[in-house]
């Protein structure tokens, strides 16, 4: 069973840039990136695939890079231009398949603890 581990989460202001990063144990096909804020539900982020195709959720575009260093098992999300309702519990997850239409919580099948995300204004 692989294992993730996410790391990198903290407090900033609006405005300001975070870097997560989650150390799988050993290779995975699909990574992804969730959150669920406060009284929200589960939210695609960001996820890539094997071969290095991503997709964003629309509320992230162009703020949120997803990249995967495969040699080394981890997958990062670089956040900037951060924003209040970006708070959240940050998820870091693995899988077989990426729909590049719309990220699917189905798709991905192994989950990591969490890192928790939080924007001041």
């Known amino acids: 069973q692989v294992q993730l581990v996410e790391s990198g989460g903290g407090s900033v202001q609006a405005g300001g840039s975070l870097k997560l990063s989650c150390r799988a144990s050993?290779?995975?096909?699909?990574m992804g990136w969730f959150r669920q804020g406060p009284g929200k539900e589960r939210e695609g982020v960001a996820a890539?695939?094997?071969?290095?195709?991503?997709i964003y959720a629309d509320s992230v575009k162009d703020r949120f890079t997803v990249s995967k260093d495969t040699p080394k098992n981890i997958l990062y999300l670089q956040m900037t231009n951060l924003k209040p309702e970006d708070t959240a519990m940050y998820y870091c997850?693995?899988?077989?398949?990426?729909?590049?239409?719309?990220?699917?919580?189905?798709?991905?099948?192994?989950w990591g603890q969490g890192t928790q995300v939080t924007v001041s204004s």
């Open positions: 890539v695939t094997r071969d290095g195709r991503t």
């Open positions: 997850a693995a899988g077989s398949r990426v729909d590049l239409r719309q990220i699917y919580a189905a798709d991905f099948g192994i």
């Open positions: 050993r290779y995975t096909y699909s």
